[in-house]
T-cell receptor, first 115, second 116 residues
Framework: AQKVTQAQTEISVVEKEDVTLDCVYE???????LFWYKQPPSGELVFLIR??????QNEISGRYSWNFQKSTSSFNFTITASQVVDSAVYFC????????????FGQGTELSVKP | GAVVSQHPSRVICKSGTSVKIECRSL??????MFWYRQFPKQSLMLMAT?????????EQGVEKDKFLINHASLTLSTLTVTSAHPEDSSFYIC????????????FGPGTRLTVL
């Protein structure tokens, strides 16, 4: 069975603080993909990153960075110097190679960045 | 590129009526589309997988007779909520899988359904 756990339901920070959103996954597939999406109040999902299971290199994109560790089945997301515009719900998702491309989403973490 | 549209963006209907939601891939062909449902403050739950030219595959617990899915072309899938009730009120999101990359999905903007 596949499962994604985002233990942090809500996080509140003050602007310019760094914040890390946790994601832990379970899968029996040896080949799989991990994703992060942002969902602002408008509801539309915004794709942030995709990582395959064979690429454990950390990724940095501007203020965003991702730490993928297969040993702990985690794919954490850090926002550096957070801004009010970062306020949204963030979802971590998993797609196993043998699952027909289906995405399994975590419960989501609602991030609130206060000025 | 890789734009997916949904129509309508919002719909309000009376209990007992049927509502059709369209999902279109505007600039690419999508052999597979997925339909998700999201209740307030909850995650996205996959309802069904729609393959062009064949019957949809529904996830466990999703009533296939209530949520009719038709994927008649490589750019259009429709979800019809039949005899809608207030508990069907939700945010419905579709995604389309690009034929070139099995693990790439592009999401539509969603349709907010309110059943009175």
């Amino acid at each position: 069975a596949q499962k994604v756990t985002q233990a942090q339901t809500e996080i509140s920070v003050v602007e310019k603080e760094d914040v890390t959103l946790d994601c832990v996954y379970e899968t029996r597939d040896t080949t799989y993909y991990l994703f992060w999406y942002k969902q602002p109040p408008s509801g539309e999902l915004v794709f942030l990153i995709r990582r395959n299971s064979f690429d454990e290199q950390n990724e940095i994109s501007g203020r965003y960075s991702w730490n993928f560790q297969k040993s702990t089945s985690s794919f954490n997301f850090t926002i550096t110097a957070s801004q009010v515009v970062d306020s949204a719900v963030y979802f971590c998702a998993l797609s196993g190679l043998n699952q027909g491309g289906k995405l399994i989403f975590g419960q989501g973490t609602e991030l609130s960045v206060k000025p | 590129g890789a734009v997916v549209s949904q129509h309508p963006s919002r719909v309000i209907c009376k209990s007992g009526t049927s509502v059709k939601i369209e999902c279109r891939s505007l600039d690419f062909q999508a052999t597979t589309m997925f339909w998700y449902r999201q209740f307030p403050k909850q995650s996205l739950m996959l309802m069904a997988t729609s393959n062009e030219g064949s019957k949809a595959t529904y996830e466990q617990g999703v009533e296939k007779d209530k949520f009719l899915i038709n994927h008649a072309s490589l750019t259009l899938s429709t979800l019809t909520v039949t005899s809608a009730h207030p508990e069907d009120s939700s945010f419905y999101i579709c995604s389309a899988r690009w034929w070139r990359d099995y693990n790439e999905q592009f999401f539509g903007p969603g349709t907010r359904l309110t059943v009175l």
